[in-house]
C-alpha cells in the first residue's frame, strides 16, 4: 500500500486548504486566547496572588476585550474560510506520512539471537490552550517542542550492559551501546535535557522539576548474568521500575492527544531528530464516513518509528457521545519492517495506537469500540499480508503484535468492571495484570491528579521517581480508582481508608502471541513507568521492552 506523504492528492486542493485555514486562523487564536484568559492555572493564580500591584490581573481584565472585539472583527473571514475548508475534508487523507532521512546504519539484518524492541506509549495533553487549562497545563506549543527534546534526549542516552560471569567471578564485561551508534542521537542529549529540564520551570523554585528529573551524568546500566538472566525481582520474569528517563533505543513511540495542529508540527520537527518515520495528522475533519458528528479535532494520535512502515491504517470509532464525538477518537494501525531473514522472509511486526472514548460511566461506548479494535486490527492483518497481485513473496515472519494507547478505564475500579473482563484480555497480554479488577503488585496509575482547584500549586511539576516510589507520597498526585467498599474519589484528600491500588491506571502496553510466527519466541525484559514529562502533561507515560528471538536460540540480545 502507498502511504500518503500529502494530506491531498493534487496541488490545487492543498492550496485551497492553506487559503481557508489562513482565513480561519485568526478567529481560532482569538478565540482560543480569550477563552484562556478566563481559565487559569494553579502556578498563574499563585503568581497573581504574589503580584502586589495586580499588574497580571490588570493585563488580563485590558486583553480579554480587545480578544473579544478582534474576534467580532475576524468573524466575516473565519465564516468564509470555513465554507471553503468544511467541504476539502472529504477528499482529506487520514494521516501523513512522514520521513527524514536520520545517519542510521542498517537494521534489517535479522539475526539468530534475535533482537529486543522498545516500545513507548505517552497522552501528551497537547490540546489548544483554553481546553488545556482544564487539565491544568498551559502553553501547549512550547511543552510540544519540550515533549518531542525530553523524548529524544532520553532515547538517545547510552546504554551499558553489565555482563557478569557468574555470581562468585568479580570480572565484569561491560557493553556500551550509544544511539549514535545504532539510532543517530545527539553526541551532547544528556547535556541538553539537562539544560532543557532546567530552562522549562527553573524561574520558579517553588515548583521546579525535581532533581531526580534531570539527567544524571551516569549513564543506564543494566545488569546481566550468565548463565540465565537474574532479573531484578524474583516474583517475576521481568524487570520493572519507575524510571525517570525515557528508555534508551527507543524504537517504537505512540503518542495521544496531539490535537492542535501547530504543536503537531513543532512535536514532529523533534521527532524527527531520533525516529526517521512518523505518522501525525492522524484522523478525520468535519463530516466524513463514520464519523457521522462534525469533527472539530483529529484523532489526536501519533506514531514514531525508527524501522520502516511498510502499511498504514486509520479507522475512526462510530459511537462517540457528548463532547468526545468533537473528535474523530479512533485506532491507527502500521505494519513495520524489523528484519529480514536469512531466508529472505521479510520480519515485521504490527502495532497498533488507539484512544477510547473518555466519558466516565459509559463502560458499554468502551466495550463497543474494544469489538471494533480487535476487529479492525484483524482486517488490518489479513489486508496487509496479502500481495499484490500477481507478485510472488515468501510469507512475512511476524515478530510482534503490540496495542499501546489510553484505555481511559483501570483495571481497578468497581464502575470498570465491564470494560475488565472484554475478550481484549484474553488475546492480548497486559504485563501488569493479574486478572480482571486486579492488577500486579508493582503496577502503577498513571492518571496524575492535576486539576487548576488542587491545594498544590502545580501538582503535576513535582511528580518525580522520588515520589512515586513512595507509597505515601504518590497517593498526593495520582487519581486513585474508587469502589464500593472504599472511599470515593472524593475524599482522597483525607486517605483515612486505605485506597485501592495504585493509582488508575489508564494507559496500556498490551502484546499478544496469537498470529506470532512459530519460528519466533518472545520475552518481557523490561517495563517502566517513566516521569520524564512531569510537568508537561497530566499523565505518566510507560514503556516496554520485548525480545524477539528464533526458536532454539536463547542468545542475550
Excluded at 433 to 452: F, I, N
Aim: net charge positive.
Amino acid at each position: 500500500m502507498v502511504l500518503h506523504t500529502t494530506p491531498y492528492s493534487s496541488a490545487c486542493l492543498h492550496f485551497l486548504d492553506g487559503l481557508s485555514w489562513s482565513l480561519v486562523f485568526p478567529c481560532y487564536w482569538l478565540l482560543d486566547r480569550l477563552l484562556g484568559s478566563c481559565v487559569a492555572t494553579s502556578l498563574e493564580k499563585r503568581q497573581r496572588s504574589q503580584d502586589p500591584c495586580s499588574f497580571l490581573t490588570l493585563c488580563v481584565v485590558i486583553s480579554a476585550p480587545l480578544y473579544l472585539l478582534l474576534l467580532l472583527a475576524s468573524l466575516p473571514f473565519a465564516l468564509l474560510g470555513f465554507i471553503i475548508w468544511a467541504p476539502l475534508q472529504a477528499v482529506r487523507q487520514p494521516y501523513l506520512f512522514t520521513y527524514h532521512r536520520v545517519s542510521l546504519p542498517s537494521r534489517n539484518a535479522w539475526r539468530a539471537q534475535g533482537r529486543s524492541f522498545c516500545f513507548c506509549s505517552a497522552n501528551v495533553c497537547l490540546l489548544p490552550d483554553s481546553l488545556a487549562r482544564f487539565n491544568n497545563l498551559s502553553d501547549t506549543h512550547r511543552r510540544a517542542r519540550e515533549v518531542g527534546k525530553r523524548i529524544r534526549n532520553g532515547a538517545s542516552r547510552p546504554q551499558i550492559k553489565i555482563y557478569i560471569d557468574s555470581p562468585t567471578n568479580t570480572s565484569i564485561r561491560t557493553g556500551n551501546h550509544r544511539p549514535g551508534e545504532q539510532a543517530g542521537g545527539d553526541t551532547g542529549s544528556m547535556t541538553a535535557s539537562r539544560e532543557s529540564l532546567a530552562r522549562y520551570h527553573g524561574g520558579d523554585t517553588g515548583v521546579g522539576i525535581s532533581s531526580n528529573n534531570t539527567l544524571s551524568h551516569v549513564p543506564r546500566t543494566s545488569i546481566f548474568k550468565r548463565p540465565g538472566r537474574k532479573r531484578r525481582h524474583g516474583d517475576e520474569t521481568f524487570d520493572h521500575e519507575i524510571s525517570a528517563f525515557f528508555p534508551a533505543n527507543l524504537d517504537f513511540l505512540a503518542l495521544q492527544e496531539v490535537f492542535d495542529h501547530g504543536s503537531t508540527t513543532r512535536l514532529r520537527r523533534q521527532l524527527h531528530r531520533y525516529f526517521p518515520y512518523v505518522l501525525s495528522d492522524v484522523g478525520r475533519y468535519g463530516w466524513k464516513g463514520c464519523c457521522s458528528r462534525f469533527k472539530f479535532l483529529n484523532s489526536g494520535l501519533m506514531l514514531a518509528s525508527r524501522y520502516p512502515i511498510l502499511d498504514a491504517r486509520f479507522e475512526c470509532y462510530p459511537n462517540g457521545r457528548g463532547e468526545d464525538a468533537l473528535a474523530a477518537k479512533g485506532a491507527l494501525f502500521a505494519k513495520v519492517h524489523v528484519g529480514t531473514s536469512h531466508q529472505d522472509q521479510r520480519v515485521v511486526g504490527y502495532l497498533t495506537c488507539t484512544h477510547l472514548h473518555a466519558i466516565e460511566g459509559d463502560a458499554s461506548v468502551r466495550c463497543e469500540q474494544l469489538d471494533l479494535l480487535l476487529q479492525w486490527v484483524a482486517e488490518f492483518r489479513q489486508s496487509s499480508s496479502q500481495p499484490r497481485e500477481g507478485e510472488k513473496v515468501l510469507e512475512d515472519l511476524v515478530a510482534f503484535d503490540v496495542i499501546l494507547g489510553d484505555l481511559n478505564f483501570d483495571n481497578c475500579s468497581s464502575e470498570d468492571k465491564l470494560e475488565q473482563q472484554h475478550a481484549l484480555f484474553t488475546q492480548y497480554k497486559d504485563p501488569c495484570r493479574l486478572g480482571p479488577g486486579e492488577d500486579k503488585p508493582w503496577a502503577l496509575g498513571l492518571h496524575p491528579l492535576s486539576k487548576p482547584g488542587s491545594s498544590d500549586p502545580s501538582p503535576s511539576l513535582c511528580v518525580s521517581v522520588r515520589v512515586m516510589e513512595n507509597e505515601e507520597g504518590r497517593k498526593e498526585y495520582l487519581v486513585f480508582p474508587p469502589s464500593k467498599s472504599q472511599c470515593p474519589a472524593s475524599s482522597q484528600k483525607g486517605r483515612k481508608i486505605p485506597l485501592k491500588g495504585n493509582g488508575r491506571r489508564i494507559d496500556y502496553m498490551l502484546y499478544s502471541d496469537e498470529g506470532i510466527s512459530p519460528l519466533l519466541l518472545q520475552d518481557i525484559e523490561e517495563f517502566s513507568f517513566v516521569t520524564q514529562l512531569a510537568g508537561l502533561t497530566d499523565h505518566l507515560s510507560v514503556a516496554m521492552r520485548l525480545a524477539v528471538e528464533e526458536s532454539g536460540s536463547r542468545g542475550v540480545i
